[in-house]
């Protein structure tokens, strides 16, 4: 059956005309506070095209933060919805206990861009349960509880992700569970150990030897890190940092998992999954935010012989692998096959970086620019010789960009790194309109200095 939308059949209060204010009321009578929102004078979106948002009032924002690195096709791109449109007239859910071709198709998708060896997926709804389900398999398949995780790293919000995150999220007293251990990442302009690289002898990386040697029973179930940070503020290490961490986790018998949840499909630019910049081979990658581009999707990739263990009694996702969902992940990953969008974020990458370190060159308030791609981190500071964290004034530079039409992310331990991770729709004429409102809003930041 194929149908034709008849907007007389959409609730009528979805299609009501709402002002800014009614909307505000309804959330705060009803919203948990857990449901929070970037600006003191929160912003309403009703419409997107590309890399641009619009507002209930018409206005338009460059969007520079895409979801928080989610919404990697722009929107409204006419693939993407001709194939949820297509998909939701004929099937959208039933359960992965019965076979479907989306299902099908996306992970036979999924093994054709992973790196070599790397061909079973299992997929979930978001990127803190692929990260769980990982973990889980790996200590199956090793049999050992011990997991080594990153400091400043960022893996979700369920129990075990939580837990393996340090980001500055503990907001209450709460206890690791047994077999998480944690080490140093390669946070070049805040080294833990007050070096400076490269005559550091990365002492970082092989730093994870000692935490395996005095904190385990000398074997481990897994590493897992992200290429480049995130929410920990756009930190990248140097290459070597992971390829170091690499051998001496299979050293020890560990399983290496590449959390991809920010940095896959294309994101970094070139490849499709940061690790790949690195010359290391992941065991797992785990995945989601642009993997659906806006529909909520997760899961991991795998090698076959840590998977074949990993049966429906040992996980289970009611949702993972829906129809709706797999057909929206099919189609982006043909978007970014099609329009070249490995080569674009690489190009439009360059162009973002160069602009961002002239206003580096010009403005005191910028310590560090970083990333790689279009996953970009500008890090700003009081005093560059102090480094002190300008976590205050990072709020007016996001209230002036959002006044001018900008939208920006921010991260960091300290919430004063200024994230850029944009839809791959940007374009240059985008990028440099975004550099002339960063400009203004830098130079009234750096009055209260």
């Known amino acids: 059956m194929v149908f034709v939308v008849n907007e007389e059949l959409v609730p009528k209060e979805l299609t009501k005309k709402y002002s800014q204010k009614e909307i505000l009321e309804i959330e705060k009578k009803y919203l948990a506070p857990a449901v929070g929102h970037y600006y003191e004078n929160p912003v309403l979106f009703v419409d997107g095209d590309g890399a641009v948002l619009k507002d209930y009032s018409g206005k338009e924002y460059i969007d520079l933060f895409a979801g928080i690195c989610t919404t990697i096709t722009g929107y409204n791109h006419p693939k993407y919805v001709s194939t949820l449109q297509w998909q939701a007239e004929r099937l959208v859910y039933t359960s992965s206990l019965y076979s479907t071709i989306p299902y099908a198709v996306l992970v036979k998708s999924l093994a054709e861009i992973a790196p070599e060896g790397l061909t079973r997926s299992f997929i979930v709804n978001s990127g803190s349960e692929a990260n769980e389900a990982a973990l889980t398999m790996s200590r199956k398949f090793t049999k050992n509880p011990y997991i080594i995780v990153c400091q400043r790293g960022y893996h979700g919000r369920t129990t075990l992700a939580r837990e393996l995150s340090s980001a500055g999220w503990r907001t209450f007293p709460e206890a690791h569970p047994p077999g998480v251990r944690f080490t140093p990442y390669g946070y070049c302009y805040r080294c833990p150990f007050g070096k400076e690289h490269p005559g550091c002898n990365m002492e970082c990386a092989h730093y994870v030897r000692e935490v395996i040697r005095t904190q385990t029973n000398n074997a481990i179930a897994a590493f897992i890190a992200e290429p480049i940070q995130g929410v920990g503020g756009i930190v ?47 065991d797992i990658i785990t995945m989601a935010k642009g993997f659906g581009s806006g529909i909520p999707i997760g899961g991991f990739i795998s090698r076959p012989e840590v998977a074949e263990g990993y049966t429906v009694t040992d996980s289970f996702a009611t949702f993972g692998g829906n129809p709706l969902s797999c057909a929206a992940a099919v189609a982006v990953i043909e978007i970014i096959k099609e329009e070249n969008y490995l080569e674009k974020a690489a190009k439009l990458g360059a162009h973002l970086k160069k602009r961002v370190d002239e206003l580096k060159e010009s403005h005191k308030i910028i310590g560090d620019v970083r990333g790689q791609g279009m996953m970009l981190g500008i890090e700003l500071v009081r005093d560059r010789a102090t480094k002190e964290p300008a976590n205050q004034e990072i709020l007016t530079v996001m209230e002036l960009c959002r006044e001018e039409g900008l939208l920006i992310g921010k991260g960091g331990l300290d919430n004063n790194v200024i994230r850029l991770q944009p839809p791959l729709e940007l374009t240059d004429a985008q990028i440099d309109q975004a550099y002339t409102i960063l400009d203004g809003a830098f130079s009234k930041a750096e009055k209260s200095l």
Do not use: A, L, N
Not at 248 to 266: A, N, R
């Open 236 to 282: 990248q290490p140097p290459p070597e940092y992971f390829q170091i961490v690499h051998e001496i986790v299979k050293e020890y018998d560990g399983i290496y998992i590449s959390d991809e949840v920010q940095t896959g499909f294309g994101r970094t630019g070139g490849k499709w999954w940061g690790i790949q910049h690195t010359g290391v081979d992941p």
